[in-house]
C-alpha cells in the first residue's frame, strides 16, 4: 500500500500563490506516476498536471499551464504542485494520487490506484 498525504492548502487571495505538498510513504514499488487533480463544489474532479515518477516528465492541463509547476524531491519523497497567478476558479479541494503502469498523458482519475485526503485551496479576497 502507499500512503499519500497533502498539506499546504489555504485561504489566499487573488493573484497569489501557494505551494501544496505530497508526501508519500509505503511500498511504492511499481509507481510510475503521481498525479495532481482537484475537485470544486458540485462539479466533477479534473486533472490538473502529472510527473513521472523517476524522471521530471510532466503534463498540465490546459488551466495550470503557465501558472502551476510540479517538482518532486526525491530523498524526501514528496512531490510539490506550485500555483501562481491563482484565481477565484481554481478554489477546489487539491488531491494528489499515485498511479502503477499508466498510459501517458495520465489524465483519467480512474488510473489512478492511490489518493491522498485532499487539501482545501479557497481563492478569494
Known amino acids: 500500500q502507499v500512503q499519500l498525504v497533502e498539506s499546504g492548502g489555504g485561504l489566499v487571495q487573488p493573484g497569489g500563490s501557494l505551494r501544496l505538498s505530497c508526501a508519500v510513504s509505503g511500498s511504492t514499488a511499481g509507481i510510475t506516476c503521481m498525479g495532481w487533480f482537484r475537485q470544486a463544489s458540485g462539479k466533477e474532479r479534473e486533472f490538473v498536471g502529472a510527473?513521472?515518477?523517476?524522471?521530471?516528465?510532466?503534463n498540465y492541463a490546459e488551466s495550470a499551464k503557465g501558472r502551476f509547476a510540479i517538482s518532486r524531491d526525491n530523498a524526501k519523497n514528496t512531490r510539490f504542485l506550485q500555483m501562481n497567478s491563482l484565481k477565484p476558479e481554481d478554489t477546489a479541494v487539491y488531491y494528489c494520487a499515485a498511479a502503477r503502469g499508466i498510459s501517458w498523458p495520465p489524465i483519467n482519475q480512474y488510473d489512478y490506484h492511490f489518493w491522498g485526503q485532499g487539501t482545501q485551496v479557497t481563492v478569494s479576497s
Open positions: 510527473i513521472t515518477w523517476n524522471s521530471n516528465t510532466v
